[in-house]
C-alpha cells in the first residue's frame, strides 16, 4: 500500500530546459508535501515544500505545483543544470497519535544532459 | 556547523550476529527520526524520538530491531540477530523542533550489509 507514489523512475532533460518531476498520493490527510534531492553516498537533502492549504510554493529555479483534487503535486526545475542531476523524493507528512509521520516516494532519478 | 552524522558509514555482519548503528543528530534537535532505504526504494520510517521520549515505534519491522535516545541527543539503533533482509541504508534524520513544517536534515547513512 503505497501512500505516496513516483511512476517515472527516471528523467533526462538537455541543460537549460525545464525538468519536471511527479508525485502522486493517496491519502487526503496529509498536510504538507516535500521534495528531496539525493547524490550519491549522501543523505536525502530538504528542496522545497508546499503546506496542503496552498497550490504553489516558488524557491528560486524550483517551483512545486499542488493539485488536491487530483492528489497530485509536481516540481519543476527551470532552468535546469547539470548540478541539478540525482535522485528526487516527493515525501507527505500527516499526524498521527500526538506526532508527524513521513512518507516517501521511491524516487525519480533526474539526469541534465550538458 | 556540523550536520547529522552516521557511524560506520558502512558495515558487513554474518547472518545471526548484532550491530549497532550510531546517530549523532544536530546539536539541540529536538527530533530524531531513524529510516530504513532498500535498494530503489525511498527511505522507510522506522522510529521516531523527542529528546529522549520515543514516540512512534511504528515502522520497526520485528522485536529485533531496538533503538534508543538516553539523552536526548545522541541516538543507537540495534539490530540482533541479524538476517540476510536487514541489508539495508540507515538513515537517521533530525529536526530542530516537532512538526510537520520542520525541516529534516539527513545524515550520510550506514550501510549494512548481511552475509
Known amino acids: 500500500d503505497q501512500q505516496v507514489k513516483q511512476n517515472s523512475p527516471s528523467l533526462s532533460v538537455q541543460e537549460g530546459r525545464i525538468s519536471i518531476l511527479n508525485c502522486d498520493y493517496t491519502?487526503?490527510?496529509?498536510?504538507?508535501f516535500l521534495w528531496y534531492k539525493k547524490y550519491p553516498a549522501e543523505g536525502p537533502t530538504f528542496l522545497i515544500s508546499?503546506?496542503?492549504?496552498?497550490d504553489k510554493n516558488e524557491d528560486g529555479r524550483f517551483t512545486v505545483f499542488l493539485n488536491k483534487s487530483a492528489k497530485h503535486l509536481s516540481l519543476h526545475i527551470v532552468p535546469s543544470q547539470p548540478g541539478d542531476s540525482a535522485v528526487y523524493f516527493c515525501?507527505?507528512?500527516?499526524?498521527?497519535?500526538?506526532?508527524?509521520?513521513?512518507?516517501f516516494g521511491t524516487g525519480t532519478r533526474l539526469k541534465v544532459l550538458a | 556547523g556540523a550536520g547529522v552524522s552516521q557511524s560506520p558509514r558502512y558495515k558487513v555482519a554474518k547472518r545471526g550476529q548484532d550491530v549497532a548503528l550510531r546517530c549523532d543528530p544536530i546539536?539541540?534537535?529536538?527530533?530524531l527520526f531513524w529510516y530504513q532505504q532498500a535498494l530503489g526504494q525511498g527511505p522507510e520510517f522506522l522510529t521516531y524520538?523527542?529528546?529522549?521520549?520515543?514516540?512512534?515505534k511504528s515502522g520497526l519491522p520485528s522485536d529485533r530491531f531496538f533503538a534508543e535516545r538516553p539523552e536526548g541527543s545522541v541516538s543507537t539503533l540495534k539490530i540482533q540477530r541479524t538476517q540476510q533482509e536487514d541489508s539495508a541504508v540507515y538513515l537517521c534524520?533530525?529536526?530542530?523542533?516537532?512538526?510537520?513544517?520542520?525541516?529534516?536534515?539527513f545524515g550520510p547513512g550506514t550501510r549494512l550489509l548481511v552475509l
Open positions: 546539536s539541540g534537535h529536538v527530533s
Open positions: 534524520a533530525s529536526s530542530l523542533l516537532a512538526g510537520a513544517a520542520e525541516t529534516q536534515y
Open positions: 491519502n487526503s490527510m496529509f498536510d504538507y
Open positions: 524520538f523527542q529528546n529522549e521520549a520515543q514516540l512512534d
Open positions: 515525501a507527505a507528512t500527516f499526524r498521527t497519535s500526538g506526532t508527524y509521520k513521513y512518507i
Open positions: 508546499i503546506s496542503s492549504i496552498k
